[in-house]
């Protein structure tokens, strides 16, 4: 997948100042978790870094209905991020590969997440319950080719937490 980010902002009480990420943005970033680390320089040679996490999914479904409702997974490792409107959801479930069937699972203390997936027909869908037994949100998804897959996430954010 392209990656395209926004270079660290960098300021200095001097001019010359420039910044050096590794991938950098534009780059071809593989399935699953990447960290890109920067380098900052000012005119003098001094330098200062930092570093984050751009985590990249093979499998979108997005409701027929409401297009804020995205679930965006790992099929080979189950991290996953819900957005139900402007909640969104941070885990890593289970993957369960049969044919052209993907059966993603999740079932933490807090929530219960069934995702089915059908590559042969590119249909999905979603149940998240949160608590479990409480009914949050539901995607139905008849064509998974066709999504926009737009589910912005906040910074800082961590996996399992929700605003």
């Known amino acids: ?29 593989g399935l699953g978790v ?6 900052a320089t000012d005119g003098s040679g001094n330098t200062a870094s ?4 751009v985590t990249t999914f093979d499998i979108c479904i997005q409701d027929n209905s409401d297009a804020s409702r995205v679930l965006l997974f790992n099929s080979l490792t189950g991290d996953y991020v819900f957005c139900c409107g402007v909640d969104k959801y941070f885990g890593k479930g289970t993957i369960k590969k049969q044919g052209s069937l993907i059966t ?4 933490p203390a807090d929530r219960r997440l069934l995702v089915n997936v059908n590559k042969a027909t590119n ?15 539901v995607i139905t998804d ?3 080719t066709n999504n926009a897959c737009n589910c912005v996430l906040p910074n800082n954010r961590r996996p399992g937490t929700t605003p």
């Open 142 to 144: 008849s064509n998974i």
């Open 104 to 107: 993603l699972t999740h079932n």
């Open 1 to 29: 997948v392209v990656v395209n980010y926004p270079a660290p902002q960098v300021s200095d009480n001097c001019p010359g100042e420039s910044v050096v990420c590794v991938p950098p943005s534009g780059s071809c970033f």
């Open 123 to 137: 249909t999905g869908m979603a149940i998240l319950q949160a608590p479990p037994g409480s009914q949050v949100c």
């Open 34 to 39: 990447t960290t890109v680390s920067c380098t």
């Open 50 to 53: 930092c570093a984050f996490v």
